[in-house]
């Protein structure tokens, strides 16, 4: 690599891992998206001999870089800036933020503080935000963490950021962008985030699918009142415990083999009786026979355990679905 070639930011990162070492590759790579891991794999595969001066120059960025960082993290911007012109002037101070700043906000583009984020603090945090905003944020969750979120929210708001996530698609990418890097210096303290979106009607059906009965019952009721044809949209994506009417002898048969005995006797227990004779066709007759005494040994319980329990073979089913080994 000759002397005074640029070197792109991609190359960098795949010299700085060869020469940090298999241990601290390994630990880069984990917390890497898949696209990026193949765009540093190759470039890793593409490197020829490094030489000792270019060596040397990758490593003192990086480590001026992470410098940085560690500054604006202790005392913000200002705090950084004067300490960095101590020690590299102030074309060096100015350089180094201007690379930090263009690094957060390509992670704020993707939204990289929500995932590990405590539900009850970010609710707590979008309390005062307008709907549209927090239908961003449920969008990059996944479903069992959008669900948490959405019923820490005051009742009031829910409805309509569910209706927003809805319709989803059709929100600008240019105002994704500038609500998600106000976000990103706003919760720079609550986490980080994989790269996930999760957005749209299916998305909402699915998040609702994991939510207790009447509460998305009573959600999908406020949207009817303001947008109709959105609450049957999503209606129509939602699959219950009920729906496994529809579902033929053998998927109930391949679903039964994928489910614990205790799970689907308290799924039943409070299940219609056309729901219990539809389950126990796919059964053979000694089958049925424990699955009743189990079914009686539960005795009186309570609907939020038999929710649970139904969500439970739903979700399994959902799984099943999506490896399309099922239905």
């Not at 689907?264 to 424990?290: I, T, W």
Request: charged fraction near 25%.
């Amino acid at each position: 690599m000759a002397q005074g070639t640029q070197i792109s930011g991609a190359k960098k990162a795949a010299i700085l891992v060869c020469l940090l070492g298999e241990d601290a590759a390994s630990s880069v790579y984990k917390n890497l998206s898949d696209q990026d891991v193949e765009r540093l794999t190759q470039e890793i595969g593409e490197l020829q001999t490094i030489n000792a001066q270019t060596a040397l120059q990758i490593l003192e960025e990086y480590h001026k870089l992470t410098l940085t960082q560690d500054y604006m993290a202790q005392g913000g911007s200002d705090y950084a800036k004067r300490l960095l012109v101590k020690a590299f002037g102030e074309d060096g101070a100015r350089s180094l933020m201007e690379q930090v700043a263009r690094s957060q906000e390509m992670s704020a583009g993707k939204l990289d503080s929500l995932q590990k984020s405590d539900p009850q603090q970010l609710a707590k945090f979008l309390e005062s935000e307008h709907p549209q905003t927090i239908a961003l944020i449920l969008a990059h969750l996944d479903s069992k963490q959008a669900c948490t979120l959405l019923m820490r929210l005051p009742e009031a708001v829910r409805a309509e950021a569910v209706t927003r996530l809805a319709q989803l698609r059709q929100f600008s990418p240019d105002v994704a962008q500038k609500v998600s890097l106000v976000l990103h210096n706003r919760l720079q303290s609550l986490g980080e985030q994989s790269r996930h979106a999760y957005a749209g009607l299916k998305g909402v059906a699915d998040m609702l699918n994991r939510l207790e009965p009447n509460a998305a019952r009573s959600i999908l009721e406020v949207i009817e009142k303001h947008d109709a044809k959105v609450a049957v949209n999503i209606r129509n994506l939602m699959f219950t415990f009920e729906d496994f009417l529809g579902v033929p002898e053998t998927g109930i048969r391949e679903l039964l083999a994928h489910l614990d005995k205790k799970t689907l006797a308290m799924a039943l227990k409070g299940a219609s009786e056309d729901m219990r004779s539809h389950v126990f066709k796919s059964m053979s007759s000694r089958a049925v026979e424990m699955l009743k005494e189990d079914i009686e040994i539960l005795g009186p319980v309570r609907s939020k355990e038999v929710s649970k329990a139904q969500q439970e073979v739903v979700a399994i089913a959902r799984k099943m679905e999506a490896k399309e080994s099922w239905r």
